[in-house]
């Protein structure tokens, strides 16, 4: 199957610095990417869809200035959580699909702690 | 609205039982859906999906699911839990044809006994 892989794998930064994790299509193209945030024995919540060559699309009360998504090729995506807190900690998952019937293809996921 | 219920939060059973995993979905039409499990810490390993045709369906690690579509349910099914089977189990849905945006359920933990 196809492979979507993710880093890095957990970070931990400052707060008020901001950190960027990467999710790459290794062996196909995804014009349309998914991230995803989990906090702390929760669900999954869809954060927002990332658009190749053009704006993502954020869920409702996402902040698009602080989690910045830029997907600038067809193999990478990149989300920036700017000015982080605590708050901001959570594992944070990307996902793309290729071709028709298939299921959507996940990242490992990055565990991002604000301290 | 479109949504995934999972109504049991926590499951216990004993070793060697048989486990059923409810899921119920509201959506404008019939989705794909999925069933994944995540152990503490780790991502989502896909135990099986459904698509279309037969209704039930076969994953790995002995699971299976029962798509009834008068239902909206989803129910995953093992006949014999093992100790290793101790995880977060989510169902999910999504549109279908190449729609790659889910939605999760609330997931389900599920412990076992020794």
């Known amino acids: 199957g196809a492979v979507v892989s993710q880093h890095p794998s957990w970070v931990i930064c400052k707060s008020g610095t901001s950190v960027k994790i990467e999710c790459r299509s290794l062996?196909?193209?995804?014009?349309?990417m998914f991230w995803y945030r989990q906090f702390p024995k929760q669900s999954l919540m869809l954060m927002a869809t990332?658009?190749?060559?053009?704006?993502?699309?954020?869920e409702q009360g996402v902040e698009k200035d602080k989690f910045l998504i830029n997907h600038a090729s067809l193999t990478l995506s990149t989300l920036t959580v700017t000015s982080a807190h605590p708050e901001d900690s959570s594992f944070y998952i990307c996902?793309?699909?290729?071709?028709?019937?298939?299921?959507?293809?996940f990242g490992q996921g990055t565990r991002l702690t604000v301290v | 609205a479109q949504s995934v219920t999972q109504p049991d939060i926590h499951i216990t059973v004993s070793e060697g039982a048989s486990l059923e995993l409810r899921c119920n979905y509201s959506?404008?039409?019939?989705?794909?859906l999925f069933w994944y499990v995540q152990s503490p810490g780790q991502g989502l390993q896909l135990l099986l999906k459904?698509?279309?045709?037969?209704?039930l369906v076969q994953g790995i690690k002995g699971f299976e699911a029962e798509f009834k579509r008068s239902q909206s349910s989803f129910n995953l099914r093992k006949p014999s839990v093992h100790w290793s089977d101790a995880a977060e189990y989510f169902c999910?849905?999504?549109?279908?044809?190449?729609?790659?945006?889910?939605?999760f359920g609330t997931g389900t933990r599920l412990k076992v006994l020794a």
């Open positions: 996902s793309a699909g290729q071709g028709l019937n298939t299921e959507a293809f």
């Open positions: 062996d196909f193209q995804a014009t349309t």
């Open positions: 990332s658009n190749e060559g053009s704006k993502a699309t954020y």
């Open positions: 959506y404008g039409a019939t989705p794909y």
């Open positions: 459904y698509f279309s045709g037969d209704t």
């Open positions: 999910a849905v999504s549109g279908t044809s190449g729609t790659y945006k889910y939605i």
